[in-house]
């Protein structure tokens, strides 16, 4: 079980594609003015990330080494491909909103490092759950900076959550304040960079303090006495 | 007689940071009070209104990066930041824009970078670009000067057109930028921009009244004379030794250059050499903004070669860009190429031939 907590820490957290591995940035920077987009472009990418893990972990011993790299690219492309038909018939203004970053999802380095990486090297249900946790982390940073972007930006969540949720989605808006002048900076590519910034500072920030934390509870271990008593 | 012995150096700078601050700033007073001849009590309120937040976040920024705070108050470096600002923005801005401007130049642009003399680009012009990008209708909302208006605004009206956005008599500022005869006035370099899509050429252009009462023809009425005094300003600086030369001749004189040989091309579409000199904020970008010794180069031929840079983007952006004036960017993009200038221009040391440097390199 150990194994699945690591997998489920290193993708979330310490060694999350998007704020560690930096990874996958086109796509980050560039759909995430809004928390659907960030969501819809997350989800797509977890679903991917899974279904390459899985296959790519089932072929393992039957691919040869010299020519593994074709085969993940042509594994990658075919579920991207399936993924952006799925997203054209159900949920087709997300599928118009995305646009290019669908069928780019194939150029996700994200994916075909964990391919490479983890899946080529383990069994099938590591491999699923890795494609999971990975996929979760990517999602949860897409969220997060489309929420800070849409927020500044706009000064509303989950705007057009109906391209993702269907109907039920319609007044799920919610408006945290009105304004005449948008601040353009934030939906604009600049604030993604910025925002991006600010995400990564406070992981690190976080990361340090819980190192400072660890530390000092170390040198409070009791020390045990190794002199002989006279 | 006692004769102390110490060493050295024996001949000590007589100027801190804060001095040197402080006399920029006396140096763009003259300018400043010119604008508000012509163009009312707004730059007054949005001084005032960017140095208490420029100040409050350099204070709070400090704290949190347990830095002495005081000291570095001290320095004058944020007022001057956000006097910056402030002659750059349009007088009626709404107040909360100039607050967010000056937030993002102290806390972005400077302290996040580490604070003053580590910062890579100019905050105040980090500010200008981000409030331009982001409010770009508000942010080119210039009055007329005041020989334009009806009448004058009071010091009460501007005051309450900046915080609500109405003047006492409820009008907001695209009725009072709609003047006596109707015509819609801008800046005399919108107005080219605007002239030219309209299938105008240039010397038609400036038939319009915004180009009465300046000292030459092709000048905007209030534009040039502050241009004039921030020259004046600038050749103070020059003269205490605040500034060196080379960036405010270099950035002219490149501008001149590449604009005149536009102008040579093709009269009647790119706009004379005067034109792009004294309209604008080319002046106070030469002498006040591009000669920030923190982001501007730091050796003299790196110097000629950033300003020079500097003016040629700045008339391809003014000419050929969607935005009318274009100081605030040509500075930020070569703010960017100064570690590499520098890099390129390091004066020889004493003792060491150029060319044997190279062989240590290899």
Same mark, same amino acid.
């Given at each position: 079980m150990s194994e699945y907590k690591t997998l489920a820490a290193d993708g979330m957290w310490k060694n999350n594609p998007a704020l560690v591995q930096l990874l996958g940035l086109c796509p980050l920077l560039a759909v995430t003015a809004t928390v659907i987009n960030g969501l819809g472009l997350g989800l797509a990418t977890m679903a991917v990330l899974i279904g390459s893990n899985v296959t790519v972990s089932l072929v393992r011993n039957i691919v040869r080494n010299e020519i593994r790299i074709p085969i993940f690219v042509m594994v990658i492309a075919s579920f991207v491909t399936i993924i952006q038909l799925l997203m054209n018939a159900f949920t087709y203004e997300l599928y118009l909103a995305l646009g290019i970053f669908i069928p780019l999802i194939v150029t996700n380095c994200a994916i075909i490092g964990r391919a490479e990486a983890f899946a080529s090297k383990n069994k099938v249900l590591p491999a699923a759950f890795d494609g999971v946790m990975m996929g979760l982390g990517f999602t949860v940073v897409l969220v997060l900076l489309g929420g800070m972007r849409e927020l500044l930006g706009a000064g509303t969540l989950l705007s057009g959550a109906d391209r993702l949720f269907g109907p039920v989605a319609n007044n799920w808006t919610v408006t945290v304040f009105a304004t005449e002048h948008p601040f353009l900076l934030a939906i604009l590519p600049p604030g993604a960079f910025i925002g991006m910034g600010l995400l990564i500072a406070a992981k690190n920030a976080i990361d340090q303090r819980l190192a400072a934390r660890q530390t000092k509870q170390k040198k409070q271990v009791t020390r045990i006495r190794v002199t002989a008593e006279s | 007689m006692k004769l102390t012995l110490s060493s050295s150096p024996h001949q000590r700078v007589r100027r801190d940071t804060g001095q040197i601050m402080r006399l920029v700033i006396y140096a763009m007073a003259p300018a400043m009070v010119l604008q508000m001849f012509f163009f009312g009590w707004g730059l007054l309120i949005q001084a005032s209104i960017a140095i208490l937040t420029a100040v409050g976040t350099e204070a709070a920024f400090l704290a949190?990066?347990?830095?002495?705070? *005081?000291? =570095?108050? $001290?320095?004058?470096? +944020?007022?001057?930041?956000?006097? @910056?600002?402030?002659?750059?923005?349009?007088?009626? #801005?709404?107040?909360?824009?100039?607050?967010?401007?000056?937030?993002?130049?102290?806390?972005?642009?400077?302290?996040?970078?580490?604070?003053?003399?580590?910062?890579?680009?100019?905050?105040?012009?980090?500010?200008?670009?981000?409030?331009?990008?982001?409010?770009?209708?508000?942010?080119?909302?210039?009055?007329?000067?005041?020989?334009?208006?009806?009448?004058?605004?009071?010091?009460?009206?501007?005051?309450?057109?900046?915080?609500?956005?109405?003047?006492?008599?409820?009008?907001?500022?695209?009725?009072?930028?709609?003047?006596?005869?109707?015509?819609?006035?801008?800046?005399?370099?919108?107005?080219?921009?605007?002239?030219?899509?309209?299938?105008?050429?240039?010397?038609?252009?400036?038939?319009?009244?915004?180009?009465?009462? *300046?000292? =030459?023809? $092709?000048?905007?009425? +209030?534009?040039?004379?502050?241009? @004039?005094?921030?020259?004046?300003?600038?050749?103070? #600086?020059?003269?205490?030794?605040?500034?060196?030369?080379?960036?405010?001749?270099?950035?002219?004189?490149?501008?001149?250059?590449?604009?005149?040989?536009?102008?040579?091309?093709?009269?009647?579409?790119?706009?004379?050499?005067?034109?792009?000199?004294?309209?604008?904020?080319?002046?106070?970008?030469?002498?006040?903004?591009?000669?920030?010794?923190?982001?501007?180069?730091?050796?003299?031929?790196?110097?000629?070669?950033?300003?020079?840079?500097?003016?040629?983007?700045?008339?391809?952006?003014?000419?050929?860009?969607?935005?009318?004036?274009?100081?605030?960017?040509?500075?930020?993009?070569?703010?960017?190429?100064?570690?590499?200038?520098?890099?390129?221009?390091?004066?020889?040391?004493?003792?060491?031939?150029p060319r044997s440097e190279k062989r240590k390199h290899r």
């Open positions: - | 949190l990066r347990q830095k002495p705070v *005081g000291r =570095a108050l $001290s320095d004058y470096s +944020a007022v001057l930041t956000a006097l @910056l600002l402030a002659v750059s923005i349009p007088p009626a #801005l709404p107040w909360w824009m100039t607050v967010l401007g000056t937030f993002c130049a102290i806390a972005i642009a400077k302290q996040l970078y580490g604070g003053l003399g580590f910062n890579m680009f100019n905050p105040a012009m980090i500010a200008y670009v981000i409030l331009l990008i982001s409010f770009p209708v508000a942010m080119t909302m210039w009055l007329p000067p005041q020989q334009f208006l009806a009448e004058p605004l009071s010091f009460a009206d501007t005051l309450s057109l900046i915080l609500t956005g109405y003047t006492q008599s409820g009008m907001d500022i695209v009725q009072l930028r709609t003047v006596v005869d109707g015509i819609t006035m801008a800046t005399p370099l919108d107005a080219v921009k605007t002239g030219l899509t309209q299938s105008r050429t240039y010397t038609e252009t400036l038939q319009a009244p915004i180009f009465e009462g *300046g000292f =030459a023809s $092709s000048l905007g009425a +209030a534009w040039s004379w502050i241009a @004039l005094a921030y020259l004046a300003g600038g050749l103070f #600086l020059l003269k205490a030794r605040v500034i060196n030369w080379h960036i405010p001749v270099a950035m002219i004189a490149s501008v001149i250059v590449f604009s005149g040989f536009l102008h040579l091309l093709d009269m009647d579409r790119y706009a004379s050499p005067l034109f792009h000199v004294f309209n604008g904020s080319l002046l106070i970008g030469a002498f006040f903004i591009a000669t920030d010794p923190v982001s501007a180069s730091t050796t003299n031929k790196g110097r000629l070669i950033f300003a020079a840079a500097i003016g040629f983007w700045l008339v391809i952006i003014r000419t050929f860009g969607g935005y009318p004036d274009a100081v605030a960017f040509a500075v930020i993009i070569m703010n960017m190429a100064v570690p590499l200038i520098d890099y390129y221009t390091r004066p020889r040391t004493y003792g060491h031939s």
